[in-house]
């Protein structure tokens, strides 16, 4: 671990530099030679020429700069003036004919806007607060214009701004409110002095302001050189039935690819960009290939596993985004290239993905709540034998072994039982979801609280979900120099229920229940009855989690500022797994019990120096330095116990065997970010990232990584050759190149693990051995991601919005687990080992396809292709193989998604028998197959899909909306293990798929489906078991109503909508269904999709 005192010693080293150079800045500033402006001599002659201009030779000449806001003057004024002669009397010249004053400020001069003579008690400042209309969140960067003048402003990042008007002038004066993607409205200002205006979305067009970092908070879009996609909630659709915002994102970016758990409460996979790291081989763990996750500028701690014993078979993941609730999300914003991610350094190899939560806004109360409740049930799209036909196929497949027909028939069972196990053990399910939130402030303060409670009981019999959310943001200006905020976010969740969904693929001709009405026993199945586990047994878990943060910040000046973060991300999580004596899976222990506690505590510090500073119009900087620490801990406890005397005593205590065991990981980094952008004329654009990040999870000399980024933007519709036309709008190009990194290898890849088992003797005394999975490894370095992006961004006919980019990303010393000899003491050890290549193009059109008062039709789609290839492998070939699992390869010239094996041949039309091809053609029967050495297999498939996307279309008409999102995916393939185990295999303990009614019985038969028999030998990873994921699904349909202003007003409301939503509604594809797999492989116990409608009500007051 990284020596706290050494984070201290660096820290106070970098903050000592940097007030240094502060200092030497300010007394530059301070000391500097004031200059008399009537001993310089100017010459100007220029007839109807823009004051930037004049102002810019002004500038040639004098060798001095100005300082003016931009939204105050009119640059663009057109002056003549002819003049030769002291730079004291040209700016009396050009004050009065432009109504502006000059003042020196040491080498800086300062344009204002010449007062008038009106007192302050002549004009009355105007504010207010923008907002959506459908939930009530302000909207930041909305455009506020004095109609009829040059006056106009902007809404901060919580909605507001503010204007001093005249007062003679106010009754009659008109706001025009304009935010692209929202419908321009214009208020007359009459007698009041605040306004809360709600805007209502209306056209396509990219977002004007999007969050690019936790340090650097937020930009507009056109300043972003970097490759960032953001989602704001109303894009979300947060009212659809999903328990975390991961799965929402499905489909809504390009180049985000989001592999769905179909369990409740199961984490799903975010590749962005494809994947950019090898994933674990034989159940030994590399490096994460997920994004790095910012909440409110603190990252979430990836947590990787809930279950370090294998004693009951159950690796139970957690999702840690499912404690953030939806309805909180104020956007998020996706960073794929390295001028976008870079600043993250030593986690944002795989891209980074930043949360940003509503906050408060001033104004008086406002008050949100909504309730939505739904039904769900499963898409049973596996179709199986039933009882009678099971039996004919079981007795068939004995006979055809050489058994006489009385025995097959006895071995084949029951021919009159039909049992339907899928509808025994499902049911279907229910939702409910209920938020409140309650938002409001003043000048000094604002503030947001909100609750959330949501309830899904599974179509799985016994299964229940329940979360409840918390979250509290405030932000208080203590001074006009400090501001303080605060943020808190508590979550609950209780999950109960057994998975026992693999008891569908039990023989379907035995009976579920005895005579007695109890579970029926079912000794030669192999396994337990399902009704006994679900009703015996017991599997309850329990999460508290805790996210937070403090921060201050220190204005200076106008341009110079300083904050400070201190957050920290916490959960803990409580797991009891019971096995009843009364059933197969805890028999043999006379019952088993296992108590699981696994607390995970993250925190960061963070403290920064921002200069933003914008001189003239012309040239703008921004400049960021900093330093971080992040301190990782991990502390897992494990009990467990066997044998009941009574099966209801579930405690530890009434065990005759009992067992404990823990243990506790760390993991601490420290970091040094910097930050440069510059735009002139905001026009062209330069940004420029470095970051050192030292992290304790890499050997000895190879802990600190340095990285960094260089982007480049250009707007080419502000060039006098290239102005905007009705037909192009805007065009842009962007260009950027860096490196990221990434430390998410675990705790001690790096070191080796000792374990003190306590029956390891040493002379009669006990010490401890390697635990047997990886060696230590000094050497061991980090993984880089060496990205190239270029981006296209342009607007056609002010209706269509285009991005396109082309991308590189090359990653070195991947990390992997090798083997090694066992006489070492340990299995293997973790390597850097070779380079990985993504290369991709991303598409994403959005569109106003119809615009008028009444009815507006707007689209989203996007595309996304990616290709990925193992370039270079220094151990030349590593492949595994699971049946449940996958068959994967590691080898230079595929990709990390291959699917290893052997191309399947078909069944001989003359034997039944069926035949393979090995990767030199050779014909091979299966028993010849299987001796084969796996280096003689091919690549039979690939996991990753070629290109994905989605399309989403909205349509308003007056208040009604309604939308759908479509999402598709072509080109991937999983080796499907539901087929291996239902075509053929296991023929006397499992049902078979109606597959095999197509089964070969005599010479001459033309099928795919060979020759029964039981038992046999089977190739299981072949090409007969891949399967095309290629799809097209109609993921959400939404529907909703709102109210009319004057209904609402009556009731004393803001707004009062209902909704209806109906997700997973119809698939089209080609083979098999795309979700309900894990990783390359569709495995035995996994739920099946959910088809869920759901309705609500939505009040604001």
């Known amino acids: 671990m990284v020596n706290l005192a050494i984070h201290r010693k660096n820290f106070n080293r970098f903050y000592l530099l940097l007030f240094t150079c502060l200092l030497g800045l300010s007394c530059h500033v301070t000391y500097a030679q004031t200059r008399d402006w009537k001993k310089i001599n100017v010459s100007i002659n220029v007839k109807q020429e823009p004051i930037r201009v004049v102002l810019g030779d002004l500038e040639k000449q004098i060798d001095m700069s100005f300082s003016y806001d931009a939204t105050e003057l009119d640059l663009e004024q057109k002056i003549s003036i002819t003049f030769n002669g002291s730079l004291f009397n040209a700016f009396r010249e050009i004050g009065s004919l432009a109504g502006v004053d000059f003042l020196q400020n040491d080498n800086t001069i300062t344009i204002r806007k010449r007062k008038t003579t009106l007192n302050v008690a002549d004009t009355r400042i105007i504010n207010g607060v923008v907002v959506d209309k459908q939930d009530n969140s302000p909207l930041p960067g909305v455009m506020v214009i004095v109609k009829g003048t040059n006056k106009a402003t902007s809404t901060d990042l919580n909605g507001e701004f503010s204007f001093r008007l005249v007062k003679e002038n106010i009754p009659a004066t008109v706001l025009e409110f304009r935010f692209m993607g929202m419908r321009t409205k214009e208020v007359v200002v009459g007698s009041q002095s605040r306004f809360e205006v709600a805007l209502e979305q209306n056209t396509h067009s990219l977002k004007e302001v999007v969050v690019t970092s936790s340090y650097e908070g937020e930009k507009r879009r056109e300043e972003v050189v970097g490759s960032i996609s953001q989602l704001t909630s109303r894009e979300l659709q947060v009212d659809r039935p999903i328990e975390s915002f991961d799965k929402m994102m499905q489909g809504l970016i390009a180049g985000v690819q989001v592999e769905t758990s179909t369990e409740p409460n199961k984490p799903v996979k975010v590749n962005i960009r494809g994947q950019n790291s090898i994933t674990s081989f034989g159940g030994k763990r590399n490096t994460s290939t997920q994004p ?55 986690d944002a190899a795989n891209g980074v993905i930043i949360i940003t939560t509503k906050a408060g806004t001033a104004g008086k109360t406002r008050v949100n709540f909504d309730y939505s409740t739904g039904v769900s049930t499963f898409i049973n799209e596996f179709k199986y034998l039933s009882g009678p036909q099971y039996y004919e196929v079981l007795r068939e497949a004995y006979i055809n072994n050489k058994l006489p027909v009385k025995t097959a028939e006895l071995r084949a069972g029951s021919s009159t039982i039909d049992t339907d196990w899928f509808d025994l053990l499902n049911r279907n399910g229910s939702y409910q979801n209920a938020n409140f939130s309650l938002s409001g402030g003043n000048e000094a303060t604002n503030y947001r609280f909100s609750t959330g409670y949501m309830n899904q009981k599974s179509s799985s019999r016994g299964n229940e979900l329940s979360k409840l959310f918390v979250n509290l943001r405030l932000n208080h200006k203590l001074s006009n120099k400090f501001d303080l905020g605060i943020k808190i976010s508590p979550a609950f969740t209780r999950q109960s229920g057994v998975n026992s969904f693999g008891g569908v693929i039990l023989p379907p001709n035995i009976a579920p229940y005895n005579e007695n009405g109890d579970p029926n026993e079912l000794p030669d199945m192999k396994v337990a009855n399902p009704i006994a586990v679900q009703e015996q047994n017991e599997d309850y878990h329990e999460g508290v989690s805790f996210m937070g943060s403090t921060s201050l910040n220190y204005k200076v000046t106008d341009a110079l500022s300083f904050s400070g973060t201190l957050g920290t991300d916490y959960y803990d999580k409580k797991e009891t797994q019971f096995r009843s004596a009364r059933n197969a899976t805890g028999r043999n222990l006379n019952g088993a019990l296992r108590i699981y506690d696994r607390k995970n505590l993250g925190w960061i510090a963070f403290m920064q120096g921002m200069y933003d500073k914008t001189f003239l119009a012309r040239h703008s900087v921004n400049v960021i330095a900093g330093t971080q620490m992040q301190d990782q801990e991990t502390n897992l406890l494990n009990g467990y116990g066997s044998g009941f005397t ?208 009444n009815l507006n039709w707007t689209s989203s789609f996007n595309f996304g292709l990616n290709r990925n290839k193992i370039t270079a492998f220094n151990y030349g070939f590593l492949s595994q193989y699971s049946a449940a699992t996958s068959a994967s390869v590691t080898k230079v010239g595929t990709s990390t998604g291959s699917i290893w094996g052997y191309e399947w041949g078909g069944v001989d039309p003359d034997s039944g028998e069926e035949w393979f091809y090995d990767k030199n053609g050779n014909k091979l029967t299966a028993k010849e197959t299987n001796v084969l050495p796996i280096s003689e297999g091919m690549v039979i498939g690939d996991r990753l899909p070629l290109f994905e996307g989605g399309l989403v279309n909205t349509f308003n008409y007056k208040t009604i909306t309604f939308s759908f999102n479509i999402i598709y995916s072509y080109g991937a393939s999983f080796l499907a293990d539901y087929s291996i185990q239902s075509d053929g295999r296991n023929l006397d303990h499992r049902n078979q798929s109606i597959n095999l009614l197509d089964r070969w019985q005599k010479p001459g038969d033309i099928t795919n489906v060979p020759k029964l028999y039981f038992p046999r030998s089977i190739v299981s990873n072949s090409s007969r078991y891949v399967h095309d994921l290629s799809h097209i699904k109609l993921s959400n349909v939404a529907l909703s109503y709102q109210l009319p202003e004057h209904i609402t007003g009556m009731l004393r409301m803001k707004n009062l909508s209902v909704f209806t939503n109906a997700s997973n509604l119809l698939y089209w594809y080609r083979e098999k269904s795309p979700e309900g797999r894990n990783g390359i492989a569709e495995v035995r116990f996994i739920y099946p999709e959910m088809m869920t409608v759901t309705g609500g009500v939505r009040i604001g007051l």
Do not use: C
């Not at 078979?313 to 794929?336: A, C, M, R």
């Not at 029956?759 to 635990?771: F, L, R």
């Open 292 to 346: 790095l996750y910012v909440v409110d500028g603190v990252p979430m701690y990836e947590q990787q596993r809930g279950d370090e014993s294998t004693r009951f078979n159950n690796e139970n993941y957690l999702n840690p985004l499912s404690n953030i609730n939806p309805q909180d999300i104020q956007s998020i914003s996706v960073l794929k290239d390295a001028s976008a991610s870079a600043i993250y350094g030593a």
């Open 646 to 853: 009574y099966d209801r005593m579930r405690e530890l205590s009434q065990a005759e065997t009992q067992q404990s065991a823990s243990s506790k990981n760390e993991k601490a980094t420290l970091s040094y970010y910097s930050q440069a952008s510059y735009s002139f004329d905001k026009k062209y654009f330069f940004n420029v990232n470095a970051r050192a990040d030292k992290s304790s999870a890499f050997g000895g000399d190879k802990q600190v990584a340095l990285n960094g980024s260089i982007g480049l933007g250009w707007i080419v519709t502000k060039e006098s050759f290239l102005q905007p036309t009705d037909v192009l709008n805007h065009l842009r190009f962007r260009a950027s190149y860096g490196s990221t990194g990434n430390s998410r290898i675990g705790t001690y890849a790096a070191r080796g693990l000792y374990a003190f088992t306590g029956t390891s003797n040493y002379n009669g005394n006990t010490g401890s051995v390697p635990d047997g999975s990886a060696a230590p490894n000094p050497g061991l370095g980090w993984e880089r991601s060496i990205k190239l992006n270029f981006g296209l961004d342009a607007t056609f006919f002010n209706r269509i919005d285009i991005t396109a980019e082309v991308y590189q990303n090359t990653i070195k010393d991947l990390i992997s687990t090798i083997e090694v000899s066992h006489e070492i003491g340990f299995k293997g050890v973790s390597a850097n080992t070779g380079t990985m290549q993504n290369r991709g193009f991303e598409l994403t059109v959005n569109s106003s396809n119809i615009q008028n008062q």
